[in-house]
């Protein structure tokens, strides 16, 4: 499981972010699971200014790359952060 901090001062509604890119409604406090091609299933939870992630693999790989795209682009809109300042954050660990 991974923790991805919400960077101070970005409040987005996640629950909304999820439904729009992955069509998947829930409350992301108590927790939502779904399961996207490419990325596999995923279970994911809001505490305060951090955002749990646990992703188990998918049965079938797929290369097509625009899935990673669109993940990094929800989770850049999700936590406020890029994929170099997430990278930097994973590194402090």
């Not at 998947?24 to 779904?34: C, P, R, S």
């Not at 990325?39 to 625009?66: A, R, V, Y």
């Amino acid at each position: 499981m991974r923790e991805y901090g919400i960077k101070r001062g970005h409040h987005t509604d996640i629950g909304k972010l999820i439904s729009t890119y992955y069509g998947a409604k829930g409350d992301i406090t108590k927790g939502i699971i779904f399961e996207t091609e490419g990325i596999g299933k995923i279970n994911m939870k809001q505490e305060k200014n951090s955002l749990f992630i646990d992703i188990s693999p998918p049965k079938t790989i797929c290369s097509d790359f625009s899935i990673i795209k669109r993940w990094n682009q929800f989770l850049f809109e999700a936590t406020g952060k890029d994929t170099k300042e997430r990278k930097k954050e994973f590194g402090k660990i």
